[in-house]
């Protein structure tokens, strides 16, 4: 049975960093493609970052890139999400998500396009 889980949320002052991880269990973990979503209260969960299989591959939604990281250790059966530079308007729950595919370099926005899903980590940014 698959597994995924986040951790590493928390309240943070607005300009702050935070790195959160996602372990996920119960299959070869370089055989998933993975991503992050994030949740902001009275809104639809939206796309934040994707890691292909293989790591080579990387997309953003445009309104974070640069300042948000997503990264991968196979070795560890995790992927991250490095934060910097963050605003009060980051606070949400985030969300991990797993992909199984055979494309080692593919990523995907959509949130359909994934099978396993963590239960979220809050991440608060005070002002």
């Known amino acids: 049975q698959v597994q995924v889980v986040e951790s590493g949320g928390g309240l943070v002052q607005a300009g702050g960093s935070l790195t959160l991880p996602c372990a996920a269990s119960?299959?070869?973990?370089?055989?998933?493609?993975m991503a992050w979503f994030r949740q902001i209260p009275g809104k639809e969960r939206e796309f934040v970052a994707a890691i292909s299989r293989s790591g080579g591959s990387t997309d953003y939604v445009d309104h974070l890139k640069g300042r948000f990281t997503v990264s991968r250790d196979d070795a560890k059966n995790t992927v991250y999400l490095r934060m910097n530079s963050l605003k009060p308007e980051d606070t949400a729950v985030y969300y991990c998500?797993?992909?199984?595919?055979?494309?080692?370099?593919?990523?995907?926005?959509?949130?359909?396009?994934?099978?396993?899903w963590g239960q979220g980590t809050q991440v608060t940014v005070s002002s």
């Open positions: 998500a797993a992909r199984l595919t055979a494309s080692r370099i593919s990523t995907r926005r959509s949130s359909f396009d994934y099978d396993y």
């Open positions: 119960g299959r070869t973990f370089s055989d998933f493609a």
